[in-house]
Structure formats: C-alpha cells, structure tokens
C-alpha cells in the first residue's frame, strides 16, 4: 500500500491522514491548542504528547556535563566588554554541543581550540565538526533552531561533507535542538541565565545520519526550498521548513516515507532526554530526543561513495 492510499483523510486544515478519526482530532485544527501555540514560545503541547507517550530514557555518556577549557578562556565571565554582550547565539551553541558531547559521547571540538583532532579530521578542507568521538567512530554537527522557525542546510558546509574524505573514516550526524528563546542575537542576559533558560526551553532533540541530510539538502521530493546565488540577502542554502523538522518527531517513519527513502533502511529510537541531567551544573528539564540512524551506516558509506566521483 502506498503513501497515497494511507493517508487519504483530509482535516480542514488539508493535512492528510489515515483515519477519519485522526483527521477529525488533527492538532492543528483545534483551537483550543492554537490558542496554547500562541500563549508560549514553541509548540510545548506537542511535545508533551511524547513524553506522555513514552517512558525510556536516553542514558548519557556524561549526567552532569562541564567544559573547563571555554571556563579557562571567560566565556562564562560576563563582563562589560562587548564580546560578552553580542555573543549569546555563541552560548547557545555551545550548550547544545555540550548536550551533544553528554548525550552522544565524544568531544566539544571548536575551531578556537585548535586541537590537533579538529586539524586533523578537516583535512584542510574546513571542516571542524562541533563534536568528535574517535572512539566510535563518529562526528557530530550541533544546530539550534527555534520553534516554528525553519532550519538552513548551507551548501558550504553540506557540500564540504558530502565531497571530503571526513565521510570514509566517520558517520556523520547533524542534531537539532527546538528551543523558544527568541532574539537570540540580542539576549542581554548572563551566561548563566541564558543556560536556565534553555534548560526550561528546550523542547525537542533530532539526531539524523548524514543519508538524511544529504536527501533534504539535494531536495529532489521538493519538499524543501533552495536559496542559491541569484537571490539578494540570502546564503546559499536549503531551507527545511518547521513543520518537516517537526515531523521526524511526531511521524519519524512516515516523513522517512514522504521524502522517498526506505524506513526499513533505518533504526527509530523515541526517547525522553535523561531525568536529572546538568549542564554546567544547571538542570535540564525532559523533552524528546528522536534519533535516527542507518541500519548499516558503512555499508550506506560504502554505497555513497561508490555513487560519488572524487
């Protein structure tokens, strides 16, 4: 049975589903929900809905994670200087590296730190992964994005990773985190505060292989938007709109579906992040983390490989 014979109930908003039933319960066609979308920075009701729904949780590498190298260098000293003041987007980012490093395992690896891995596994093409675990094998991309906003692919970076040597020795895993703190480029606060705030505002975690990437990148299903040079004020990107990056969360097998590729092909894991988990010794409240990885990621390497001329 196809995609288009399972889900063939329209709701009134037009998403299709397989029941009437479901159509009929649609989350987006009630407004008593809508009403609680606007009342709160992200789509928190959804979210509840899955950790209602499951109970397992995600075991870290590390409960309580720190990172005394960016401590050493003042990144957590807020002062009046201005690097302090304009670079809350870099906090940010940092702290969903270091939820990556704990949930994952591996190491922070940042172009600032120079460290002989990060030299070593860009090849001196430029690319320097947010986390790396030798042990495993593994490097991670780590990309927040807020809720209902829509999430950039840049064709730099994808490109970089889909022609470097990086994938013949890595898997390689993007993850993104929802999250409702708008402005972040204008966040005023302390570091401090704005790592309370994301622990209380995370709302979602999606960890994809690079075979996934690489499909909402070439966007051959049309189901993303491209931005190339001839466009004024935008980088050279695939946009992925908000309510695709969401359905890996609420429908991981059926958006595996929409975008043509195999679920068979893939291993599905719906997890609540770890109760009690710390970030720099501030609590990080639960929310969903799915992740996603090929059934056979060297032999899925292998393959690409083969596809692609170097």
Not at 57 to 81: A, C, H, M, S, Y
Not at 140 to 147: D, I, T, V
Not at 267 to 274: C, D, H, R, T, V
Request: charged share 25%.
């Amino acid at each position: 049975m196809n995609n288009s014979t399972r889900f063939k109930y329209k709701c009134p908003k037009g998403h299709l589903h397989q029941s009437q039933k479901k159509a009929d319960d649609c989350y987006y066609c009630k407004p008593e929900w809508r009403q609680q979308f606007q009342n709160k920075p992200g789509n928190s009701l959804h979210f509840k809905k899955i950790i209602d729904q499951h109970t397992k949780e995600l075991i870290p590498v590390v409960p309580n994670i720190r990172d005394t190298w960016f401590v050493q260098q003042g990144l957590f000293i807020d002062d009046e200087q201005d690097y302090h003041l304009k670079n809350a987007h870099i906090k940010m980012g940092l702290f969903y590296e270091l939820m990556v490093s704990a949930f994952c395992g591996g190491e922070v690896i940042d172009s600032i730190k120079e460290f002989d891995i990060g030299r070593k596994i860009s090849n001196g093409e430029g690319i320097i992964p947010d986390v790396v675990s030798k042990e495993n094998k593994q490097v991670f991309e780590s990309k927040a994005c807020l809720q209902g906003h829509h999430m950039l692919l840049s064709d730099d970076q994808t490109t970089k990773y889909r022609e470097g040597l990086l994938l013949k020795e890595y898997e390689t895993y993007y993850c993104f985190w929802r999250h409702g703190i708008k402005k972040i480029h204008s966040y005023r606060g302390s570091t401090e505060s704005l790592f309370k705030n994301l622990g209380q505002w995370t709302f979602a975690g999606i960890i994809l292989p690079f075979s996934i990437i690489l499909n909402l990148w070439e966007n051959k299903h049309g189901l993303c938007r491209q931005y190339k040079k001839t466009e004024k004020n935008w980088l050279v990107c695939t946009s992925v709109r908000s309510i695709l990056l969401n359905n890996f969360i609420f429908d991981p097998v059926y958006m595996i579906s929409r975008i043509g590729l195999d679920p068979l092909e893939y291993q599905f894991e719906i997890l609540l992040s770890p109760k009690g988990f710390m970030i720099e010794n501030i609590d990080v409240v639960q929310f969903p983390v799915i992740i996603i990885k090929d059934r056979d990621p060297r032999g899925w390497i292998q393959w690409f490989l083969n596809r692609v001329p170097f």
